[in-house]
């Protein structure tokens, strides 16, 4: 018998739960759309571990870029606001905000807005006969007319080819850490200039207790402006409104008209963030990584080699180290072939560009009834998903849309 043919068996001889909608991540985005779905009457389940990225995968010392006010979750009837979770807390106006205040936010809103999260892995998402087949780890298949795909950055980490071959214990991604103890005393470096590369540098010195840090960025750290609405003067705020991104009138539009940068060409779009959306770290890191962090700019690595459980590292300068660990701050990279619980048959359907699914203006992949959101929509809707800020307006409009979609499929 052929492997389709047992699970086709498997999945008949197993009681399959009937939903509207099956929301695949319970991170912001998924929450949010969760909430929204619910708000709409609509029979809806979400599988994954709440929050567990936020959770596991970033270090417990770590700050948020964006303020408070950018970092809300959203429901239809906006009773679980982080505003209203400070003010109940008695929290005033934090800067900038930590990860632990914010996931302790996102717990409160998960188990008031939507109680009923399943916390088993997704392992397969199938369609037939125009109905979506999800298969969870425990080996239980739920049915859905609409799936809504918001996994995160969780299988998109971006590591550079120069450094495959390498073994873990000597070369890992931020992403694959969420604690720096074990890099106590360990002469380390990190490769990367943005926000996560210089925060992690910082806590490396901080929290780990690293006994050197080195930073090797290609470019110049480009150090984002002072960013406190309450220090910011009128003029400063004329020329550069606060926006949930950064202050600026290009920010401050993706935030208030969410939908407008989907209109345009995507050839405008991609020139649009590659010139716009470069790396950058927060002002408050400076006085952190300044004069503590070895930091080679407009440096890349030359050449790397594995010698008794350590690295020799020769930089573009000629400069060689001996380093006991190389972290990437490298950042992530969306390829639908990446997420491997998406059965071939059905990625096969899904048309992409530059290997990220194309979306139309309801965030539907070409797909009837399959949704991407987050980082997996930043190409299609822009900079503004690619942060917590864009999660209200990504949950509305595929609320939105899946909810017409279900209807017509009754």
């Keep these: 018998m052929s492997v389709v043919s047992d699970q086709k068996e498997a999945q008949q001889s197993t009681p399959v739960t009937q939903y509207d909608v099956i929301v695949v991540g319970a991170g912001p985005y998924g929450l949010t759309t969760a909430a929204h779905l619910i708000g709409k009457g609509l029979n809806v ?20 870029r964006s303020h408070w006010w950018a970092t809300s979750l959203s429901d239809p009837q906006k009773k679980y606001s982080f505003a209203r979770y400070l003010k109940m807390k008695h929290i005033h106006n934090p800067y900038p905000v930590p990860i632990k205040l914010f996931l302790d936010y996102a717990f409160w809103f998960q188990k008031n807005a939507v109680p009923n999260v399943d916390e088993t892995y997704v392992t397969s998402v199938q369609r037939e006969n125009g109905r979506f ?22 299988y998109f980490s971006r590591r550079p080819a120069e450094f495959n071959g390498f073994p ?53 750290i480009n150090w984002l402006g002072r960013d406190r609405h309450d220090e910011r003067s009128l003029w400063e705020k004329i020329q550069a409104p606060s926006a949930g991104i950064a202050p600026g009138w290009e920010n401050w539009v993706l935030e208030y008209m969410p939908y407008l940068f989907y209109r345009f060409a995507q050839p405008k779009k991609d020139r649009f963030i590659n010139s716009n959306y470069q790396a950058a770290a927060s002002d408050w890191l400076r006085d952190r990584v300044l004069g503590k962090v070895n930091i080679h700019e407009h440096t890349t690595i030359k050449e790397m080699k594995e ?44 048309q992409t560009d530059n290997n990220i699914p194309v979306l139309n203006h309801w965030f539907e992949s070409s797909v009837p009834g399959l949704y991407f959101i987050g980082l997996s929509s930043v190409r299609a809707f822009g900079p503004l998903y690619r942060f917590v800020v864009g999660a209200k307006a990504a949950g509305k409009r595929v609320a939105a849309g899946a909810a017409r979609y279900v209807a017509h499929q009754k």
């Excluded at 360990?186 to 929290?207: S, T």
């Excluded at 400069?319 to 990279?333: A, F, N, S």
Aim: net charge negative; hydrophobic share 40%; charged share 20%.
């Design 45 to 64: 389940a979400i599988f994954g571990k709440p929050m567990e990225l936020w959770a596991k995968h970033m270090p417990q010392g770590m700050y948020l």
């Design 168 to 220: 873990q214990e000597l070369v890992s991604h931020s992403f694959d850490h969420g604690d720096y103890s074990q890099f106590k005393d360990k002469k380390m470096m990190i490769v990367g200039c943005g926000q996560c590369a210089v925060e992690y540098a910082a806590l490396l010195l901080e929290d780990g207790q690293a006994a050197e840090v080195h930073l090797v960025a290609r470019r110049k």
């Design 307 to 350: 010698q008794d459980n350590k690295l020799t590292v020769r930089l573009s300068d000629d400069q060689q180290l001996q380093i006991d660990h190389v972290l990437l701050g490298t950042g992530y990279e969306v390829k639908a072939q990446n997420l491997t619980m998406i059965d071939p048959t059905l990625l096969e359907q899904i």
């Design 133 to 154: 087949i999800v298969t969870l780890e425990d080996g239980r298949v739920a049915q859905a007319k609409s799936v809504i795909m918001a996994v995160g950055v969780y």
